[in-house]
């Protein structure tokens, strides 16, 4: 089963809007990744938020992570149209494998 | 440098021939991973390498698939017998170090059985 899903699965907003999409997931982690995919490209790391982390930023990305609700968000501000593409989060269960575990993904598009 | 690289990026088969893909890591990335992607799915884990350790088999979905990683480098992914439900897209992936770190992706191998 899918140890991290993310939510919506698809979300269409107008380029300069904030784009909000939800992971959530099962049992406890070390750390939580997010991923973007381009249509028919592999999948490029944008951000990793550790357990012990609660927010984390880069550029127009923000992530958090609830521990305690097992869910993180990413937050992309004043999206543009190149921000058009699928994103997963991956989670890394602690004591477990360690293989990272990602969702079925969002896919974002945003209109110019 | 240069990123993860896989060949080829298309490959069409019959129904019941074998395939090799192929995946070229970062140079010095010790862990290796193999996903599959279905259209509109997520990525499916099928085997992971890590340096000299024996290799996570764990995803592989039946004794069709198999993998190999020669000199602790370039890793080719064997489908034997290939099926109609085995079309999608191959994603290889290579970290530093152990799982828990930054993947990179290379741009996948679009893998369709006819």
């Known amino acids: 089963s899918q140890q991290g899903e993310e939510d919506p699965q698809a979300l269409s907003i107008q380029e300069g809007e904030n784009a909000t999409m939800n992971c959530s997931y099962k049992?406890?982690?070390?750390?939580l990744q997010w991923y973007r995919q381009n249509s028919g490209r592999g999948l490029v790391h944008l951000i990793l938020?550790?357990?012990?982390?609660r927010e984390k930023h880069s550029g127009r990305l923000r992530v958090t992570l609830d521990t305690s609700k097992k869910s993180s968000s990413l937050l992309i501000t004043a999206s543009r149209a190149a921000d058009t593409a699928s994103y997963f989060c991956?989670?890394?269960?602690?004591?477990?494998?360690?293989?990272?575990?990602f969702g079925r993904g969002t896919s974002l598009i945003v209109h110019p | 440098g240069a990123g993860v690289s896989q060949s080829p990026s298309n490959k069409v088969t019959e129904k019941g021939k074998d395939v090799e893909l192929r995946c070229d890591p970062i140079?010095?990335?010790?862990?290796l991973y193999w996903y599959r992607q279905s259209l509109g799915q997520g990525l499916e884990f099928l085997i992971y390498?890590?340096?000299?350790?024996?290799?996570?088999k764990s995803g592989l979905p039946s004794d069709r698939f198999s993998a190999e990683r020669t000199g602790g480098s370039v890793s080719t992914l064997t489908i034997q017998r290939t099926q109609q439900e085995d079309s999608a897209v191959y994603l290889c992936a290579s970290s530093l170090g152990g799982a828990r770190e930054t993947q990179y992706f290379g741009p996948g191998t679009r893998l369709l059985v006819l």
């Open positions: 938020i550790r357990s012990n982390e």
């Open positions: 991956a989670t890394d269960a602690s004591g477990g494998s360690y293989i990272p575990t």
């Open positions: 140079s010095g990335h010790t862990a």
């Open positions: 390498f890590q340096g000299n350790s024996a290799p996570d």
């Open positions: 049992t406890s982690i070390n750390n």
